[in-house]
Structure formats: structure tokens, C-alpha cells
Antibody, heavy 119, light 107 residues
């Protein structure tokens, strides 16, 4: 069964670092783009960026470039989203999702990881 | 960035109604558009890609149309399972954006 399983909820303080994960199984992890999407009550769904685990080609939304880092470990079939210094505005529900192919939508999604940043 | 604007933001309808949601792009995206359905507490589900291609397993009461800058998602006969929030997403290039969502509520 194809699955994307994300790491659990996190509660952090402003200024702290964080790395959340998304482990793929049931398919060839290196052959499909993985993306990250943020959901917040105020802004809905926001597309953050995508990575191709086969060669680590990574593209960021201009809104998130420089704010987060997307990476992947193909030996472990896991994609990551990390912050070096969190802000309260980074709070939200973060999904990873697989692109069916480059010219399509996200066909499989993780369960989401809630990140709360509060002093 | 390409901006995606959905209308309406909220739609009240009854079981059996025909429902249409519109999505407009700030510039032409050919037919590089997907539609998703999201229910509370769940991840979005891909319904349609390339503006009108139904995903496997999606009921045929769902259909999509449009090209360029204007697109529609139609539910021909609303069913109880269809009350949810619907999002469009453009993928004209690497930088993909979502619409703000349309919540379909029970009238």
C-alpha cells in the first residue's frame, strides 16, 4: 500500500530549529516529486516547494524561499522540511504529498504535522 | 506568482442540487489545473487534473472544464458525502498555487 507517513506534532518556541519528516513507502520514492503544503485558517493551502528525491532537484515558492529548507534522503525514502529559526507565523498544519507526475496534482498525501510556535 | 481566485467562498446547497464552482487564474495556465476535495481533519483528495481528467475512483457526478484563465468544477447531483471544501491548484510551472477554497455547506 502506498503511504506517506509524517512525523508527529511539534510545539516549539520562537527562534528554535525544527525538522519534520515524511517517509514514503509502497512505491519508488526516487522517481516521484514530493511537495510540502502549509494549511492555516487564515491563508488556506499554501504550496511551499517540491523536491525530486532522485537527484535532489528542489524548487521553492518565492513566498518560502530562504525561510525553509526542503531535503530528501533517498536511502531512507524520507523527505524533510526544516526551519533554522522558527517564528510564530510558521505555526500551521504541514502536509507532504506526492506528485502523480510533474504535469499533474498531488495524488497521495501524508496525514499532516501540526507545528505550533509559541513563547 | 500566478494568483488563483475561487468563487464563491461559501456555497449553500441541498442534496440533489447541481453545483458549480469557478476558479480564475491571473494569467493563462492552459489546462494545467487540478481540483481537490478536503473534509475536516483530513488531507485534500485529488479529484481532477489537467482541468477535466477525473482521477480513478472519483464519481462521475464530478466534472471539470475550462482552459486559459477560467475553470469550473461541477457536481451534477450533490450527495451527502460531497459536503466539503474544494480547492483549485494551478501547475503551469514549478511554482504552483492554490485557490482560497470553496466550502459547500448543507442548505
Amino acid at each position: 500500500e502506498l503511504q506517506l507517513v509524517q512525523s508527529g506534532a511539534e510545539v516549539k518556541k520562537p527562534g528554535e530549529s525544527l525538522k519534520i519528516s515524511c517517509k514514503g513507502s509502497g512505491y519508488s520514492f526516487t522517481n516521484y516529486w514530493i511537495g510540502w503544503v502549509r494549511q492555516t485558517p487564515g491563508k488556506g493551502l499554501e504550496w511551499m516547494g517540491i523536491i525530486y528525491p532522485g537527484d535532489s532537484d528542489t524548487r521553492y515558492s518565492p513566498s518560502f524561499e530562504g525561510q525553509v529548507t526542503i531535503s530528501a534522503d533517498k536511502s531512507n525514502s524520507t523527505a524533510y522540511l526544516q526551519w533554522s529559526s522558527l517564528r510564530a507565523s510558521d505555526s500551521g498544519l504541514y502536509y507532504c504529498a506526492r506528485l502523480a507526475d510533474f504535469w499533474s496534482g498531488f495524488d497521495y498525501w501524508g496525514q499532516g504535522a501540526l507545528v505550533t510556535v509559541s513563547s | 506568482d500566478i494568483q488563483m481566485t475561487q468563487s464563491p467562498s461559501t456555497l449553500s446547497a441541498s442534496v440533489g442540487d447541481r453545483v458549480t464552482i469557478t476558479c480564475r487564474a491571473s494569467q493563462s495556465i492552459n489546462t494545467w489545473l487540478a481540483w481537490y476535495q478536503q473534509k475536516p481533519g483530513k488531507a485534500p483528495k485529488l479529484l481532477i487534473h489537467k482541468a477535466s481528467t477525473l482521477e480513478s475512483g472519483v464519481p462521475s457526478r464530478f466534472s471539470g472544464s475550462g482552459s486559459g484563465t477560467e475553470f469550473t468544477l461541477t457536481i451534477s447531483s450533490l450527495q451527502p458525502d460531497d459536503f466539503a471544501t474544494y480547492y483549485c491548484q494551478q501547475y503551469n510551472n514549478f511554482f504552483r498555487t492554490f485557490g482560497q477554497g470553496t466550502k459547500v455547506e448543507i442548505k
